[in-house]
């Protein structure tokens, strides 16, 4: 309960900052129009089956996209400041730390998604589609954004530190968040296609948001604090 | 100990893996659609059963190295990933050769394919940063390792989740005899050079972290 009620506090910080600057939020909005204005450019000549097959990659890729970006930005903020130092050394539990900056990274790649949806709905008519079920899509979108990011904060919040920084968030996070990737990329198929088994894939996609973000808090503070052992610190050759 | 294991192993295969491609080629029957191509069968499974094994121990010993700050972990954790690379070349490789006699195309983009592909991904970024990366990636290649290893259910259940070229899990169950013996009896000399090689790079990382101790010790005794 405790740590609960600091999670929300550390995402109700979080998620003030941001409304008081929307440095993440208007970072990868400009992004996802700008990806919208691309996909309309080189996309706006397909018709019928090819768009409808190409309509759950432009989503999700740009999501992935918008994901790393949020999350590069999110802890970027906090390692300028050398608050995310600060917050390890609080009073606080380590997992209220990756509990706000998953749920304040979801509820931005949630709101870039919902942009990206109506931006190809604007674009291309048969995007209507995905609209017909509002409900399966909104389960899908927030729990493909939540498998995503329970990974992706784990990583940026190790890449936040000082000593990990030089690493490229991309080289980690693409090939390990692809598999929910694909998971949310047949749904979506599925959804397009009016797919009698719709709600079984977006079932899925929830498990595997379960599956990760159990993953998540299982090796978040290991990953992201050493455990002191006296010999940590190795040569490196 | 692990010296003699694996150089037990690693002979174990020397010795067994001519005998298993002798008895693929010339005692075991000639599958009527695919013809001579199937053979490719009896190495690309094996291989591709060492690596999902190969990628869960990596996974596994990365979790416990994060736990328990364990570098015997962390020794087990690498020698597993750069074997999954190796497994995962000849996986790669031997898979669309025989996609390419019987679909017709190497790569038809089929789950499956794309999660192994991925998996191999995954433990290439691992094994990248555990050699490249700064001081300190360590813990960051675990997690790395231990997020990886999820994806290897996804690999066996793709077939079953989606609609795939591939075949289903249960095919080696519905093979005559004779095909699925000799499955078996090449799995031995891949998995036996799987392990030997895990042996050998596990030695050798062992002896570089001891050698990393005693030279920490020399540079500066207080930490010792």
């Known amino acids: 309960m405790r740590g609960l009620r600091q999670t929300l506090l550390l995402a109700r910080n979080d998620l003030l900052q941001e409304v008081r600057h929307l440095e993440v939020l208007a970072t990868a909005l400009f992004f996802d129009v700008v990806v919208l204005a691309l996909f309309g450019v080189g996309f706006g000549t397909l018709r019928g089956e090819a768009l409808r097959a190409s309509l759950p990659a432009m989503l999700w890729l740009s999501v992935a996209f918008v994901g790393s970006l949020a999350l590069t930005r999110l802890f970027e903020r906090e390692r300028e400041h050398e608050t995310f130092v600060a917050l390890l050394v609080a009073p606080v539990e380590r997992l209220a730390i990756y509990g706000a900056k998953a749920l304040v990274g979801t509820c931005v790649v949630v709101a870039c998604a919902a942009v990206q949806l109506a931006g190809l709905r604007f674009l291309f008519p048969e995007a209507a589609a995905l609209f017909d079920r509002p409900l399966l899509l909104a389960l899908l979108v927030v729990g493909a954004s939540l498998a995503y990011v329970a990974v992706g904060a784990v990583f940026a919040s190790a890449l936040a530190t000082d000593r990990t920084r030089g690493v490229l968030l991309g080289v980690v996070l693409y090939p390990l968040t692809a598999p929910v990737l694909l998971f949310a990329l047949v749904a979506t198929r599925a959804l397009i296609e009016g797919h009698a088994k719709a709600a079984v894939y977006v079932g899925q996609v929830w498990a595997v948001a379960v599956l990760l973000l159990s993953m998540a808090t299982f090796v978040f503070e290991s990953v992201v604090v050493p455990i002191p052992s006296g010999r940590t610190q190795r040569r490196r050759r | ?224």
């Open chain 2, 1 to 224: 100990m692990i010296r003699i294991l694996w150089s037990v192993l690693l002979c174990v295969a020397a010795v067994w893996f001519p005998l298993a491609v002798a008895r693929v080629f010339l005692d075991t029957p000639i599958e009527r659609e695919m013809g001579t191509v199937q053979k490719i069968f009896y190495f690309h499974v094996p291989m591709a059963w060492c690596m999902m094994l190969a990628a869960i121990v990596s996974g596994v010993a990365a979790a416990v190295q994060l736990l328990r700050n364990s570098r015997r972990a962390e020794a087990l954790s690498l020698a597993a990933g750069e074997v999954v690379l190796v497994t995962g070349l000849c996986v790669l490789l031997t898979g669309p050769i025989w996609g390419h006699a019987t679909w017709g195309t190497p790569w038809t983009w089929d789950a499956r394919q794309v999660s192994t592909a991925l998996l191999f991904l995954v433990f290439c970024a691992f094994v990248l940063l555990r050699t490249q990366g700064a001081a300190g990636t360590e813990r960051l290649a675990a997690g790395l390792a231990a997020f990886g290893a999820l994806d290897v259910p996804v690999i066996y259940y793709a077939v079953k989740v989606w609609k795939t070229t591939h075949p289903t899990t249960d095919v080696v169950g519905t093979l005559p005899p004779s095909m699925w013996r000799t499955l078996f009896f090449a799995l031995a000399p891949i998995a036996a050079c799987v392990a030997g090689l895990v042996a050998v790079r596990y030695h050798v990382e062992r002896a570089e972290q001891q050698l990393d101790d005693l030279f920490l010790a020399r540079s500066d005794p207080a930490s010792s």
